[in-house]
Every structure is written in C-alpha cells, then in structure tokens.
C-alpha cells in the first residue's frame, strides 16, 4: 500500500504523543527516564498545538510525523516498527520539496538522526553545549546545502530543483484530477449522482491564484472513501502525493558567525529567545 503525507488533525495528537514517546525510546537512549516523563505532556499540549503536523498514515496506525516551523523541521519521528522502511525519507523530502525547509536541529548524541540529515543534503552550522531546556545534551544546527544532488538531473541549484519539481508534480495533480473527473462525470444518471458529480467537481476547481485548497482535498479523500471505488480513491491519492501547499507566511532567519567559525542563529523574536 501506497502511504501519502497528509496534514495530522487534533483527533491524532493523543496518537502522536505515544508514537513520540515510542520512538524517543527506541532511538534516544542518551535521555534518562525522567526527562522524558518531563517533556511527554508539553509534546501534546504545546508542541502539537503550535505548528503544522504532517503524518504518514499506514493501515493499522500513524507510522511518522513532522512538525514543521516556516524554514525549520522542528520534528522528526517515526514508529520503532516503522524504521528503516523510509517512512522518515519520504517525511524530510516532502519537507524540502513542498514546505521549503532548510533547517533543523539534532541531538548530538543521536548519530544515526544526524547521519540520517546529513544523507539527505544537511550540513552543520553550529552547536550549542546544551538543549532549549538548558540539559546537557548538545544541539547541532544544520542547513540544507544549496547543491542538491537529484537523481537523473545530477547536481543543480536548491532553486532550479525546486521548480523542476513544481512543474513536475503540477503534472501529477492534473493526471489525477483527470482521473477523477473521468469517474465521477460517469456517475451523472440521477438528481442523487448529478449532486455528488456537482459537489466533487467543485472541490477539484483552484481558486484565483491556481491552487487547490487543502482542506478540499481532505473533503475529497474522505469522500473517495466512502464511495470505496479504487478508481476514485487511486485519483484522489495521486493528488494527495503531489499536491504543493500554497506559501502563505514568510520567515526571516538571521545567523552569525561565532568565535570558533560556526554559523548561529540570532533569535529575531520573544518567541525564540
């Protein structure tokens, strides 16, 4: 089966919170019993709360989540029987490719995590002794580079494969628009299909800027469900894959360059002293 990233809602936190605690578990063995314990009830309350999450959906649960902050990956988290199957990879490259992520922290105890970024195209720009909470456990600060290497294009500017990528998967949703509409326009036989035809094609049509909404496309999938054809439901999932979010903030990320040649970021906000 096919796993799409879709946006988490509030009815998956308690989910999440079990699979983060889960998977800190399983990968960081370096954090002592109480500090979890510690941080447990803040990753529902307030980390969940505060930014846009994005899932992976399997059958039987939630495999991995991301929470991510304009430019910065805040978090990174995948199920332990989920690892290794590239539930993490497919998380990051939807990060880079749709949300424009270019930051992220890591433990620097965690080496397979940092291991991990640094495959995918990050590089350290700092590090501090301690973590937010002021623990003994050093934080690296990394950076996509602006090179990327991408299969069959070889090494390119971030900038052009992004808009590679963007007519790229533009494509893709035309293809299963076009799949939608082939079913769906089948359907029109009576007052009770023409009206299921109408609802559909509505929430397929972009708005004044080009995109598609969101939230249509969750109204889409879930309707794709209930009807329980592969067709539709094989439409619906090939936009999901591809679809690109609207940009509708912009971010402002200063670094400087300390002592020891490392790049730092200069908190520009209350927020993020």
């Known amino acids: 089966m096919l796993m799409c990233v879709t946006l988490s809602t509030a009815d998956d936190f308690e989910e999440l919170t079990e699979l983060w605690e889960a998977s800190v578990r399983a990968t960081h063995h370096f954090i002592p019993e109480q500090y979890i314990l510690k941080l447990r009830p803040?990753?529902?309350?307030v980390y969940l709360h505060s930014m846009p999450v994005y899932i992976v959906r399997g059958p039987e649960r939630i495999e991995g989540f991301m929470g991510i902050n304009g430019d910065m990956l805040e978090m990174l988290f995948v199920h332990p029987?989920?690892?290794?199957?590239?539930?993490?990879k497919k998380l990051l490259q939807y990060a880079i490719n749709y949300c424009h992520v270019h930051y992220v922290d890591v433990n620097e105890?965690?080496?397979?995590?940092?291991?991990?970024?640094?495959h995918l195209g990050f590089e350290v720009i700092g590090r501090d002794a301690t973590d937010a909470s002021g623990e003994p456990y050093p934080i690296l600060h990394l950076k996509l580079k602006e090179n990327m290497k991408i299969e069959n294009w070889g090494i390119v500017p971030y900038s052009e494969a992004w808009e590679r990528q963007t007519v790229l998967f533009n494509a893709l949703v035309?293809?299963?628009?076009?799949i939608v509409k082939e079913y769906i326009e089948g359907l029109a036989k009576d007052e009770k299909t023409k009206a299921l035809v109408s609802m559909v094609l509505r929430l397929l049509a972009r708005d004044a800027k080009g995109?598609?909404?969101?939230?249509?496309i969750v109204q889409l999938r879930k309707v794709a469900m209930?009807?329980?054809?592969?067709?539709?439901?094989?439409?619906v999932r090939i936009i999901e894959e591809a679809y690109q979010p609207?940009?509708?903030k912009q971010f402002i990320r200063a670094e400087i360059k300390n002592?020891?040649?490392?790049?730092k970021p200069i908190p520009l906000g209350m927020t993020e002293s």
């Open 42 to 45: 803040l990753v529902w309350s």
């Open 81 to 88: 029987q989920s690892m290794g199957k590239g539930i993490g």
């Open 109 to 118: 105890q965690n080496e397979q995590a940092y291991g991990f970024y640094r």
């Open 174 to 178: 035309e293809a299963g628009i076009a």
């Open 211 to 216: 995109t598609l909404k969101a939230s249509r």
């Open 226 to 235: 209930e009807t329980g054809d592969e067709r539709f439901i094989e439409g």
């Open 246 to 248: 609207e940009v509708s």
């Open 259 to 263: 002592e020891n040649g490392m790049w």
